[in-house]
């Protein structure tokens, strides 16, 4: 029976910082004009003997810009992105939403290639992150560390580890489809109970 199974973790800071997000976006074009502006500055220049020197110092003064142009632009990134898993028999899927607009096929994971799978800041876990080559987050909920959980596979590139939330339903199917169940380790089982807990606290509230 083929196994089918989709979780979006939802980021509510695209509702609550709808202003912060607006002050960022502005704030990166005052940033990228001004690195612009800065290189622009040294065409007046053209024909003089200091010309070289001119370039330089243009690159110079743009180059805070640039970065601060980045980071505003990977923080804002970072407030406006929510991520669906998507689980069946042979894969599991991670896509990308930006600002609930646009989607992207960000990981794919091999279920065979797994080879662990454990709490985040367990004692599996400091084993894992030793061996990974390469680490992916796909998370909204960086804070809440308890809720997080490491995937270590083999990609073509080398071991990586991916980092993402899952809710219990989540587990449930991952268990089902994951044949070794050794690829489990100690924390999730303590995992498993700290969301059937939460699960059961959200019903009651209800």
Not at 149 to 167: C, R, S
Request: with cysteine; aromatic share 12%; charged share 25%.
């Amino acid at each position: 029976m083929e196994q089918y199974y989709e979780q979006n973790v939802v980021n509510h800071n695209i509702d609550e910082k709808i202003k912060k997000t607006k002050v960022l976006n502005i704030a990166k074009t005052v940033c990228i004009v001004l690195a612009l502006f800065s290189l622009m500055t040294s065409l007046l220049f053209i024909g003089n003997e200091n010309f070289v020197s001119m370039i330089f110092i243009s690159i110079a003064a743009a180059v805070p810009f640039v970065i601060a142009s980045v980071l505003i632009g990977h923080i804002n990134k970072r407030h406006n992105t929510e991520y669906d898993y998507f689980l069946d028999d042979e894969t599991l899927k991670v896509y990308e939403i930006y600002y609930r607009e646009r989607r992207k096929l960000k990981h794919t994971v091999t279920l065979r290639n797994i080879e662990s799978v454990g709490v985040f800041d367990s004692a599996g876990y400091r084993k894992a992150d030793v061996a990974a080559a390469k680490r992916h987050f796909a998370l909204v909920n960086y804070e809440n560390e308890k809720y997080i959980i490491y995937i270590l596979y083999n990609a073509p590139k080398g071991k990586t580890m991916l980092f993402i939330e899952p809710d219990r339903g989540f587990m449930i199917a991952l268990r089902r489809v994951v044949s070794a169940i050794t690829v489990f380790d100690g924390s999730i089982s303590e995992f498993e109970k700290t969301l059937a807990k939460a699960e059961a606290e959200a019903i009651v509230e209800k």
